[in-house]
């Protein structure tokens, strides 16, 4: 062998001895990319708010995000429930389209690194839940960056990593009761 060679061979363990991460897997990748995801920013909600259950708390401060996880065939998600008619809890009409939806449509609103700037807009996605999937579309982005004022019904930022849909959806995977709120599913595009 020779003496290139076994210098080339000493930078390649030497790079995988000091960073490890280079070897890993797609699995702990995507792992290690959701963790990346971090907080962008804060907004803090006014001093006087709008009074609803889901409302933003008057003087709170919420996270706000510019990412999302990166989507994989099982991508990690909670998903909510959200009213898309017209004076439901969804606010303004949807983001693709411009409509309101009505709760017996299979639809979802994406985080916003997930919605990534309309990019998904009117396809479809496959939520995994309780053993069984269902397709719902895209109409809406459910804003990570902005929340606490009309256009968004005078709640919170979402989180990251939200799959926000209508009722239809979760009628079709089975969930419900008091697990209807705040369920952790999958989705893949689909």
Known sequence: ??????????????????????????????????????PSGTLESPARGHTC????????????????????????????????????????????????????????ALSTGWYAKGKRCGKNIRIHAKGRSVLAKVVDECDTLHGCDKPHAFQPPCPHNDVDASQAVWDALGITGDDVGDFPITWSDA
């Open 1 to 38: 062998m020779s003496t290139t060679s076994l210098l080339v061979l000493a930078v390649a363990g030497l790079l995988l001895v000091t960073f490890p991460s280079l070897c890993s897997s797609r699995a702990a990748h995507d792992h290690h990319q959701g963790e990346k995801c971090k």
């Open 53 to 108: 259950d889901e409302c933003c708390k008057p003087g709170h401060i919420y996270p706000t995000y510019q990412c999302s996880p990166p989507v994989s065939t099982h991508t990690k998600a909670i998903m909510t429930l959200n009213d898309f008619s017209e004076g439901g809890d969804g606010g303004d009409p949807s983001e693709c389209d411009g409509k309101y939806h009505k709760n017996s449509e299979r639809v979802v």
